[in-house]
């Protein structure tokens, strides 16, 4: 009895996620290309995570550790059967979250994709978290928060989704300094990247940074 319990239990669970891709493909870009999924990741967020490192980045920063994945069209597609790896491990009840790396989620051709993935994670998942990895910078106005890159600037809905964001270039000359000075930097290059709340700090109306 235990086996067929389990059977019908893996079942509803593959037809769970396989709903969660389609929605996903229905309601925004189907492709975007990524270099990775990682699984029980401790190194890119609280908790063991996935991770998804998708392709694309213009931030292009002296000493990235990643520089394979500045062309938008490394990497290979994120179709519906790439996408089923990431989804059946978020699901897994030790999984704490889902994280967005690269690259940059955040690079154009990214957005709207990653964005829909984001919903679909609160959607489906409430209880676990999003941390978002990006070269951009969070700023604000009188109109509120946005992403800014120099000229290059947009705001972004989806932002609502991310629990941790992780903001700013990597400064490898920031990095010698922080080496040099026995700094740790925790989930982040450079401690010239903020590790910001961004639920404290949509509530609040200004930007909250955690302690680490």
């Not at 069209?73 to 994120?78: A, T, V």
């Not at 889902?98 to 409430?126: H, Q």
């Not at 010698?176 to 404290?200: A, F, L, M, P, T």
């Amino acid at each position: 009895m235990d086996t067929i319990y389990d059977l019908a239990e893996l079942s509803a669970e593959q037809n769970e996620i396989e709903q969660i891709e389609s929605e996903i493909s229905s309601g925004s870009q189907s492709v975007i290309n990524y270099h990775n999924i990682t699984h029980d990741d401790m190194l890119n967020g609280d908790g063991l995570r996935v991770v998804l490192w998708v392709a694309g980045c213009s931030h292009k920063c002296p000493g990235c550790h990643n520089p394979q994945t500045w062309d938008a069209n490394s990497g290979i597609p994120f179709t519906d059967w790439e996408a089923s790896e990431f989804w059946e491990w978020l699901a897994k009840p030790w999984t704490q979250g889902a994280t967005f790396s690269g690259g940059d989620p955040l690079f154009c051709s990214n957005r709207t994709f990653i964005g829909s993935m984001m919903t679909k994670v609160k959607e489906k998942y409430p209880n676990k978290d999003i941390w978002l990895y990006t070269g951009y910078t969070l700023e604000q106005d009188e109109e509120g928060f946005f992403f800014a890159d120099g000229e290059d600037t947009f705001r972004y809905e989806a932002l609502q989704y991310v629990d941790v964001l992780v903001d700013g270039k990597f400064d490898m000359k920031q990095r010698e300094v922080d080496i040099n000075n026995h700094k740790v930097c925790h989930w982040r290059g450079s401690s010239n990247q903020r590790i910001i709340d961004v639920k404290k700090t949509l509530e609040t109306g200004n930007i909250i940074e955690r302690r680490k």
